[in-house]
């Protein structure tokens, strides 16, 4: 059973039209909630993490949000550099390893 | 800023062959990891490493996988005899002793032939 589920697989998206992401899991307790963006052929590169619920954090255009169950992904006027494959995780439950879900494809055109 | 460092970028082996990939994870952490991924797929959990040793292993990283780390430096991870399906992106990480932010290397590319 998947612990991580992100929707959609895919996103396609005009510059400038904003959307989100969901990541829904499924642990409990959870020990925080990772956001990663990954590019074709490279590794995750760190965004967030958030811990409790009515947490957000920012970092240019995006921002991420987290409740009980899900975590949203909220991308603002995206640019065409913004596109890539965003990656949601979950520490198990010793906290010594990551569950990742399958990630969303987000593409940006001009 | 520090990063996450691997060698080589790609490998290409035959099947049955050793193979060893190297990474240097940033220099203050403490918890050293190995994830890969399969074309296509999502990241999976091999193993963590702390303390010199490891703390935890995945299903995957079974008798023919093992790591080292060699000096204050390294962490490697050793496939004793390839298989086919041992085809993947393979990812080094690392993180302070909070855990709170993992931080991943560039991946090398592993193709068994």
């Known amino acids: 059973e998947d612990q991580v589920t992100q929707s959609p697989e895919a996103l396609r998206l005009q510059e400038g039209e904003s959307s989100s992401l969901n990541c829904s899991y499924t642990?409990?307790?959870?020990?925080?909630l990772f956001w990663y963006r990954q590019d074709p052929g490279k590794g995750p590169e760190f965004l967030f993490t958030?811990?409790?619920a009515g947490e957000e954090k920012e970092k240019e255009r995006l921002k991420a949000t987290l409740t009980k169950k899900e975590s949203f992904l909220h991308i603002t006027a995206p640019k065409p550099e913004d596109s890539a494959t965003y990656l949601c995780?979950?520490?198990?439950?010793?906290?010594?390893?990551?569950?990742f879900g399958k990630g969303t494809t987000l593409s940006v055109s001009s | 800023e520090p990063e996450v460092t691997q060698t080589p970028s790609h490998q290409v082996t035959q099947m049955g062959q050793e193979v060893i990939l190297r990474c240097v994870p940033i220099s203050n952490h403490l918890y050293f990891y190995w994830y890969r991924q399969i074309l296509g797929q999502k990241v999976e959990f091999l193993v963590s490493?702390?303390?010199?040793?490891?703390?935890?292993k995945s299903e995957i990283f079974d008798d023919q996988f093992s790591v080292e780390r060699p000096d204050g430096s390294n962490f490697t991870l050793k496939i004793r005899s390839t298989k086919l399906e041992d085809s993947a992106m393979y990812f080094c990480?690392?993180?302070?002793?909070?855990?709170?932010?993992?931080?991943f290397g560039p991946g090398t590319r592993l193709t068994v032939l």
């Open positions: 958030l811990y409790s």
């Open positions: 642990v409990s307790g959870l020990r925080g």
């Open positions: 995780a979950v520490p198990n439950q010793a906290g010594t390893a990551l569950i």
């Open positions: 490493f702390y303390n010199n040793e490891i703390s935890e």
């Open positions: 990480a690392s993180s302070e002793a909070t855990r709170d932010r993992v931080f």
